[in-house]
């Protein structure tokens, strides 16, 4: 078998330290990196430092640095050098759940998912809600005119005090004049907005239409996610309608890849076994 190049040896042999999360010995004479720590966001020796170590090229080392980073196990900070990432399990979200179900739209469907799965904590911010002009995507998702405004609520979520999803949900002004108040009032509705449609102006959620795409991270997500400029998040447009057909509510969430995982259902199915081999 012919021998890996240097850079895969390397990358690799600082693979296996990352995922022991080993700190090393320095005075250990055994030890190929001597004093690097290699925790969970931590900082990774220099290149200068793995190029006296590895007795190897600059150019050797950047392309392990390369590897380990397409791998997700570091990313490089601009001015301030590579750090180890912090390894999350991913939460798993169902998007094919039961549209007719009173719930959903913001904080309720999200925190009984959570829970349901295991985890400690999940939180959300308090709604910032806006008056906007929609995008052409929400627009024509909504199905109201060129010069309509409409409601927005934006919350960010949390699952064990991580940042795990940004969301906003738009809904058409008239739900104001129908009677929909709350909707402006930055505060969680607890029951769900589904609900509080159906009760309040007798809009009911029948079904809803989940569009995925996958792009990188703008710069305030990057920041909010902590990620790195080379990162990929999912953007979930999840267009539902009321019994004649009509759009009432248009909901983005966007998902960093490192966390989210989804499963869709069709037909009768089995709950999943976590863990297990299906």
């Excluded at 301030?80 to 039961?98: A, C, K, M």
Aim: aromatic share 8%; proline share 8%; hydrophobic share 35%.
């Amino acid at each position: 078998m012919a021998q890996q190049p240097m850079y895969q040896q390397i990358a690799e042999d600082l693979r296996q330290s990352i995922e022991l999360g080993a700190t090393l010995d320095p005075d250990d004479p055994e030890n190929l990196k001597p004093g690097a720590n290699f925790k969970p966001g931590a900082k990774l020796p220099t290149e200068l430092e793995l190029c006296d170590t590895y007795h190897a090229s600059r150019n050797t080392i950047r392309d392990a640095i390369k590897r380990l980073t397409s791998l997700g196990l570091v990313e490089t900070r601009p001015g301030q050098g590579t750090y180890i990432t912090t390894r999350v399990d991913p939460f798993v979200t169902e998007l094919s759940g039961d549209p007719r179900a009173l719930g959903g739209a913001e904080g309720t469907t999200y925190l009984s998912e959570v829970q349901k799965s295991g985890h400690r904590d999940a939180s959300f911010s308090i709604p910032k809600v806006e008056i906007q002009a929609p995008t052409a995507e929400v627009r024509l998702r909504l199905r109201v005119p060129s010069n309509s405004q409409v409601i927005s609520r934006h919350q960010m979520r949390y699952i064990d005090k991580i940042p795990w999803s940004l969301q906003t949900s738009f809904y058409p002004m008239d739900f104001i004049t129908k009677g929909a108040t709350r909707l402006l009032m930055a505060e969680d509705i607890p029951q769900g907005t589904v609900r509080y449609l159906a009760d309040t102006i007798g809009i009911n959620q029948v079904g809803y239409r989940d569009w995925i795409t996958a792009r990188g991270p703008d710069p305030n997500e990057q920041g909010f996610f902590n990620l790195a400029h080379d990162a990929t998040v999912f953007e979930v447009f999840r267009t539902a309608f009321d019994q004649t057909g009509t759009p009432l509510r248009v909901t983005v969430t966007v998902f960093p890849t490192d966390r989210n995982q989804f499963i869709i259902n069709v037909g009768e199915v089995p709950e999943p076994e976590y863990g297990q081999d299906e």
